[in-house]
């Protein structure tokens, strides 16, 4: 009995010594998912000339060829999906989702190279010309979302600077014993690449002399926009009807000392999305 007897301790020693020691050898191994990588981003053409185009119902039709390197260290299989944004200068979205293809079809020149290809097509309207970004990223099987990558796009065209058409305000007002009165600055504008391109129209003191160069923008909302706070009274723009160029702005005025009795001379001007302004239409505008 005593061979069996030591047989037996002799296998119940190598079953600790093999696995006992370490409790995780009869446990799954810890694979821990590693999200893909996007690198060597390539945009053709990465400018284009919209006036080189021909609209269609006022809009442009604009397609590029988007390339670009994506890996995964769990294997190329591991990647499921590229994907391909055009964002505007403001960060709208114009075109969201388009998929990239590594298939050898059409645009992609090689399957399973890691080079992800294919097109990215929007629409846009003249006042939309300008910088773009195209955004890359790689998700994987596991839904983990790669590093993002951000080419610029130029689409350009001739611009027009905007045009003031004219800038009114009361000439003259009498200030009030108590409380406050609101004027209604306004001011009409155009542009030849549509009102869409103008951005800012602003008026700004320049006699006295303003040393802060403060801009008072004014809106073209129909009134509808959120209020902005001027001297801690909320106010809305005073404006009428929304998106027929003409802009404005109500600004209160305080009882004397508060508001000197004075004569004020404003500056009015416009300003495009290329940075084009208008020339500048004073007007005077005396409190007593």
Not at 51 to 77: M, Q
Not at 123 to 131: D, K
Request: hydrophobic fraction near 40%; proline fraction near 6%; glycine fraction near 8%.
């Amino acid at each position: 009995m005593r061979p069996v007897r030591t047989y037996i301790a002799l296998c119940i020693l190598l079953l600790l010594t093999l696995f006992g020691c370490d409790k995780n050898q009869l446990e799954p191994f810890d694979s821990k998912d590693t999200p893909p990588l996007v690198s060597t981003l390539q945009l053709s053409p990465d400018s284009i000339n919209i006036d080189n185009l021909v609209p269609s119902n006022g809009v442009y039709n604009v397609s590029v060829i988007v390339r670009v390197k994506a890996s995964d260290i769990d294997g190329p299989s591991d990647i499921i999906s590229v994907l391909v944004d055009a964002l505007r200068s403001d960060a709208s979205i114009a075109v969201s989702g388009n998929e990239l293809r590594d298939d050898g079809v059409a645009t992609d020149s090689l399957r399973g190279d890691g080079v992800f290809s294919g097109p990215i097509a929007f629409t846009l309207s003249r006042s939309q010309a300008g910088r773009y970004g195209v955004r890359v990223r790689a998700i994987d099987r596991n839904g983990s979302e790669s590093n993002s990558l951000v080419n610029q796009l130029t689409l350009a065209r001739r611009n027009s600077a905007p045009v003031l058409l004219n800038a009114t305000t009361p000439d003259t007002i009498d200030l009030p014993a108590s409380g406050y009165l609101t004027v209604q600055f306004t001011a009409s504008a155009s542009d030849s690449d549509g009102l869409a391109d103008i951005r800012p129209v602003f008026f700004r003191r320049l006699i006295p002399i303003d040393t802060s160069q403060t801009r008072f923008f004014m809106k073209d909302d129909g009134g509808l926009d959120p209020p902005v706070i001027v001297a801690g009274i909320s106010l809305r723009s005073g404006d009428d009807i929304a998106g027929d160029g003409r802009f404005s702005f109500l600004i209160p005025v305080f009882p004397f000392p508060t508001t000197a009795r004075r004569t004020n001379l404003f500056g009015f001007q416009a300003i495009d999305s290329f940075g084009d302004t208008s020339a500048t239409i004073q007007h005077y505008f005396t409190t007593r």
